[in-house]
């Protein structure tokens, strides 16, 4: 049987660091309040980074780790919702940047937090089809472009970061063995982003600030709910129980949410990976720069299962179980 396996992971985050102390000159907030309530304490900033120039830094290091070399590409997948541009694609200028090949597809694809797994359950299908040979995944954000710096109920919570993954068509019972993917626009209210095209004008004529807008306390019942249900419609799918998970890879927005999906499953601390304290929530970033970060500290070996759940705006929540 073909699998789409992760033969490489890479990762960048800008070089600016934004400690909890340095937010405390900048909102009404502190270091112990951020902490207490988040874990966070410190995160990257991006300066004249574009989400596609980390977006290739990523890239690279995962082909570089994957011995492939870009012409071997056949795909390529950006999750992303800050773009350099509406259009082209990140994807499109990632390919240019790296040289990939003339022709072959890339496009970028928006499910928020969740779009890592959103763009892994479809590079997966692209695979397992026969369409794909080699497949390039890249979950980045830039939010610190669409954060309102005097909002201090969001601003504490983002950082910058880029992760990516090579996916390569193999025989075998190692790789991806699920992808589920859901989401439900009816809550699209309590986490967005108003910077649209067709939506500029708001009723009265005016334009609508760009920034993120978010209901803290619905947004954080939501994430529980949805990662809880997706992390057990992976386990009942393969036929596998919380015991035979070696990591959990959750989504990076909030220590306390982690711990309540830990609760739920029962598992260990030391099952779960975390990074959020030294990158608050990268959005898309968040999964593949923790990913990239668990291989390189020897977190992962051969034939461990792992899992990864994610949940963003939309809402949209997914899950995906990989045998390593
Ligand atoms: N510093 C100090 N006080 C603050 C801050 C801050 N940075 N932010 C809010 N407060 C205050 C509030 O104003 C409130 O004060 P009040 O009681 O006088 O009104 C008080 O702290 C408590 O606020 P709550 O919102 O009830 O605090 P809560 O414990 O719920 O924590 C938090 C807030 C951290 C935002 C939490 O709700 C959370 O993590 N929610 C989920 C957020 C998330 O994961 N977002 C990312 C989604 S993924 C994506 O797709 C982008």
Request: glycine share 8%; hydrophobic share 40%; with cysteine.
């Amino acid at each position: 049987m073909i699998r789409a396996r992760i033969e490489g992971t890479g990762s960048y985050v800008p070089q600016r660091v934004l400690t909890n102390q340095e937010l405390e000159g900048i909102v009404d907030t502190s270091d112990d309040w951020i902490t207490t309530r988040t874990g966070i304490r410190e995160r990257r900033i991006a300066d004249k980074d574009t989400t596609s120039g980390i977006a290739t830094k990523a890239a690279k290091m995962a082909l570089k780790d994957a011995s492939v070399s870009p012409n071997e590409i056949d795909l390529i997948i950006v999750a992303t919702v800050t773009p350099d541009m509406f259009f082209p694609s990140t994807a499109c200028f990632v390919q240019s940047n790296l040289g990939i090949k003339k022709g072959v597809p890339a496009f970028d694809i928006s499910a928020a937090c969740s779009g890592f797994l959103y763009a892994l359950d479809i590079a997966d299908r692209y695979v397992r089809s026969g369409a794909s040979k080699k497949v390039l995944v890249i979950g980045v954000d830039l939010f610190s472009r669409i954060i309102d710096w005097k909002d201090r109920n969001t601003c504490v919570l983002f950082g910058d970061g880029a992760g990516a993954v090579v996916l390569s068509a193999k025989k075998g019972k190692r790789g991806i063995l699920s992808t589920h993917i859901h989401s439900d626009g009816d809550y699209w209210k309590i986490l967005y982003a108003p910077s649209g095209i067709s939506q500029k004008q708001s009723a009265k004529g005016s334009i609508e600030h760009p920034y993120l807008k978010m209901q803290g306390n619905e947004t954080f019942k939501a994430a529980v709910r949805t990662m809880g249900k997706a992390c057990m419609e992976a386990l009942r799918y393969n036929g596998a129980s919380a015991e035979d998970i070696a990591l959990l890879i959750p989504h990076q927005a909030n220590q306390r949410i982690i711990k309540a999906i830990q609760e739920r499953l029962g598992l260990p601390e030391d099952k779960i990976y975390t990074n959020l304290e030294r990158y608050g929530n990268t959005s898309a970033g968040s999964i593949p720069l923790a990913l990239d970060e668990a291989v390189r500290n020897g977190r992962l070996r051969r034939n461990d299962l792992i899992l990864f759940v994610a949940f963003g705006g939309g809402l949209t929540w997914a899950s995906a179980l990989v045998r390593w």
